[in-house]
């Protein structure tokens, strides 16, 4: 590679990593994602008070121990490793030399930045590997992709994941092998890489067996140096790791046997299934560009195959076989196949060579080409401007796996109509105990919802089609008192009153009458006493509802009662809400 050429990669390079994260930064809002909370605030720990430990930040704990949270003799940790939020530092450590101090109210910032400017810096090396190996213009064709068409934007860039520094070094990785290929001492420089993206994120190990295995055959000289070089970093983590939790594998230790132990093999498969085609996580789904990779990953296994290819494809296979082991396969609380994110640089680079010789062949080929491209980026720009937990809160797929299978009800639909749809019933919903963050206009009501409730609005709630279903329980047995503000919608000027029954445990209660001019009313319903171990099933049922989009999109929910406040009280009147 002459110098003329050399200068041109680096100068859109460049150009690369300032635009994407120039696009990533532009969606001023930021994922509230819990997952990443310890990252967000552990560079503060680091900076100011040099430890890994987040035992200063009061407001984390102080209702209780939260799940990405560990307690290990009076200090709090970070569940999940600390990969990102080091490798953020830099950003941190710059804004306080610059300012003089580092405020926790920028903490969101700061956050918002680091993971635009790390998933910005994966894209980087994505481009770097493609333009190694192949023309100018196919390489930011290909960066692009990965930077738009996959996850990378709405989930990766908008949070300090552990997908937002793994992806980083998984990329960074990629393409020193590609280097390797020409200068072989690229290959040392691959190990360091391979070991930074493992400790960010542990999964990453099938990559790290396939690179390491890859080096060992074609690189056979040199593999002794590249487990050299990826010793330090391994070596590192292991004693945080041992010092900190007591185990090798960290945080994980108490809740790999949980979410892995008693899955079948129907079960495995159908997890696997759901990783590829499911209509709210599916990797296909909402990235249909990468079916492009099948053909490369094909093609690398027969006689001939490229032997980086071969290794690349047992990395994707090896990381999809360790997620759809997971009984949380679907990544909890997120947009799309966010669990897949880490093999997101691998799967572009397997796509790249397909799409190039269907575009270059023209015709209908080229149509499905860009019609791919086209939804994969529409989606990731669907997921930036419109996602906002709401679907996952409100049918809860952790407990309800079935509605991450239904099309009609899909996350992306819902998105596209920005909540105005009626959501898949929870069949299997949990029950918690009132408390202070039960409000009906706020997200955290979805806990009690069992179905027929819409999505939380700054007003309250909308109880759906013929009934809706609320499971509470308390932490006494009261008596109890239900506080109902109610009104019915329009009609589209058909003047007529809404018939409210309430039912609790399937015993009717009290029927109700609201006023057809949609004025509020107020309707007390007592409760039966309840052990503390019991829930109450609390049902509306209604006369009727009314659709206002009955054809193409809008607001095709079957509104039936709007609720403008359910809140319970106990006979002296306390409110819990």
Known sequence: MNSSVTARIAVCAVAVWVCTTAVYLADRSKLDAHDAIPARYLPYSILSEGDADLTEFRFLYRDGTPYYLQEREGRYHSTYPIGSAVVALPLYAGVRMVRGRLELQWAEALEKWAAAMLAAGSVLFVFLALA?????????????????????????????????????????????????????????????????????????????????????????????????????????????????????????????????????????????????????????????????????????????????????????????????????WHGGVTFGPRLMNDVLPLLVWLAVPALARWWGAGGLRRCVCAAAILWSVGVQLLGVLRYDARWDLAVDPARNPSALWDVRRSQLIFALLDGAMETSPRTSPAHYRVSSDAAVSSAGFDRYVGYGMGVAEPWGRWGLGRESLVLVSFDDPGPWRMCVEAFAPSRGGVAGTQELTVLVDGRVVGIYTLPADGATTRIIVPLPPVRTDQSLAVSFRYRWWVQPARRGFGDARKLAVGFRNIRFERDTGTCVK
């Open 132 to 328: 190694s190996a192949g023309p100018l213009p196919l390489a930011l064709a290909g960066a692009c992709i990965y930077a738009f068409g996959t996850n990378t934007w709405a989930v990766t860039s908008q949070a300090q994941w552990q997908h937002t520094s793994s992806q980083l070094f998984v990329a960074a990785a990629l393409w020193a092998l590609v280097r390797a290929r020409e200068q072989g001492w690229w290959a040392i420089l691959a190990g360091a890489l391979v070991s930074a993206a493992v400790a960010c994120r542990p999964t990453n190990i099938a990559f790290a067996a396939a690179a390491a295995g890859y080096v060992a055959v074609v690189h056979r000289r040199r593999f002794a140096l590249f487990l050299g070089a990826a010793a330090p970093c391994a070596m590192l983590v292991a004693w945080y790791n041992a010092s900190t939790f007591g185990s090798l594998v960290g945080g994980y230790s108490g809740c790999l046997a949980v979410y892995t132990r008693g899955l079948s093999v129907g079960e495995r498969l159908v997890n696997l299934a759901g990783l590829l085609a499911s209509p709210s996580r599916g990797l296909w789904v909402y990235s249909p560009v990468l079916i492009a990779a099948v053909p490369s990953i094909i093609r690398a296994w027969r006689r001939g195959g490229d032997p980086l290819d071969r290794a690349l494809v047992v990395a994707v296979l090896g990381h999809t076989a360790i997620v759809m082991q997971w009984r949380w």
